[in-house]
């Protein structure tokens, strides 16, 4: 679960490692949130 002030995503990750950019990149982006933003919060 990633967490960011009022906004949450769930990651379903089976491999329990870090995720790459290219998958983060492509989960903000269905959750409708811009890079700069996730980063600034």
Do not use: Y
């Amino acid at each position: 679960m990633m967490v960011r002030g009022t906004t949450s995503l769930r990651i379903p990750n089976p491999h329990e490692s870090d995720i790459g950019a290219g998958l983060l990149s492509r989960i903000l982006k269905q959750g409708g949130i811009e890079r700069e933003e996730w980063e600034r919060l």
